[in-house]
């Protein structure tokens, strides 16, 4: 009750703007298919590009980046988080192509946004050994799903400098920003999850 009346119509709109989100962009909630990017193109600045392009045409990729820094900010031992997330996601897509299929891999990715929006809504301070398994495994998920559509050195140093530059965007927000932000990323989350049924 006391949480409902402290954000009340805030946390409401940006709850109904995350869900219009889910709903309005159905195409990107899935970045995996390839984007439309022709698997052929040649050159590492092609490469390079379609790297750094990558989490910023999927909703659930971006999102969750977003998510992880802004949580972040709100973990005592949060700088870590970050590189933790960057460095479990290249270990995942390096993993990918030798990995059998994992079944429900969207599914869980959805998950993630769901969770990462909660953490950071309700700015849930826990122990540093849980936080970094929680971003960690979360980075390595996301990680194999890049994994398995993206190739090659350029094409991961791209991806990795957009991941980055997206969670130090998500860590700039004063507090009460950083946790409305968390709720709509929250709401995003369960209609991705809806979205897989």
Known sequence: MRMAMRFGRPVLALAALGLGMGLALPALALA???HGVDSGAVGSLSSFTTGLLHPLTGLDHLLALLAVGLWSRQQRQGIVLPPVWLVLMALGASMAPVLPAIP???TSIA???LLLGVLAAFALRVPAALSVATVGLCGFLHGL????ELSGMASGAGFLLASAAL???GALP????RRLAG???GAAGVVLLAQMR
């Not at 799903?145 to 398995?148: D, E, I, R, T, Y």
């Not at 004063?174 to 920003?177: K, L, N």
Request: net charge neutral; no cysteine; aromatic share 0%.
């Open 32 to 34: 995996h298919p390839g």
């Open 104 to 106: 429900a891999l969207e």
């Open 111 to 113: 998950a993630t946004v």
């Open 145 to 148: 799903a890049h994994g398995q």
């Open 167 to 169: 969670m130090v965007l």
């Open 174 to 177: 004063g507090a009460r920003v």
């Open 183 to 185: 709720a709509a990323i």
